[in-house]
């Protein structure tokens, strides 16, 4: 291999010849390939602006790892009668399902595109438990959910969904927090 000085200044030029060829071959490998397998992630949506957060976190790990998105909304139960009377509740529970798949797909047309395989999903149930089954239906490799982080009492009386994820589901999850640092680029 020779180098020589290019007519730009701050560039060279290099000539090859076959000896060469393992060089090149070498340099032309990616990078160290990630020791993560990764190929089906669950993104949890309850159209919070606190869990779009998690939507960007995943699509950047998807794109790195080659992996499938499901995103996935779960509509609580309607249980009880009203005041008034009885309370279709079917009904209810039919139009948020309708909703939820019309804004998971818009979600996936504008901000997921053609970047990776994503499906969308709407369930009803209990959102942690749904989570964490559809996880072990798929298999999912990784969850990546947001949280409001709260504490005190609003924790003891709303609970957690992401911290009953985090406890039984059967892959890693990663947890993005509502007001922390970014660390992807804006």
């Known amino acids: 291999m020779k180098v020589k000085p290019a007519n730009k200044v701050g560039e060279v030029t290099l000539e090859l010849n076959r000896k060469d060829d393992t060089l090149m071959a070498a340099a032309t490998q990616s990078a160290v390939k990630s020791p993560f397998m990764i190929k089906q992630i669950v993104v949890p ?13 995943a699509l950047a790990l998807a794109r790195e790892h080659r992996a499938d998105l499901t995103l996935l909304y779960v509509v609580e139960p309607a249980y009880g009668a009203g005041e008034y009377g009885g309370i279709d509740y079917a009904q209810i ?30 369930c009803v149930g209990n959102p942690a438990r749904a989570i964490v089954q559809t996880a072990r239906d798929l298999p999912a490799d990784l969850i990546v959910i947001a949280t409001h982080g709260r504490t005190g009492l609003k924790h003891v009386l709303l609970g957690s969904v992401a911290e009953h994820v985090v406890q039984r589901a059967p892959c890693p999850v990663l947890v993005v927090r509502e007001n922390e640092h970014e660390i992807l680029p804006s």
């Open 93 to 122: 529970e039919a139009c948020m399902k309708e909703g939820g798949e019309k804004e998971l797909a818009r979600m996936a047309a504008e901000q997921v595109r053609s970047q990776v395989k994503a499906v969308t999903q709407v």
């Open 45 to 57: 949506i309850d159209f919070s602006e606190c869990s779009k957060k998690a939507l960007p976190y």
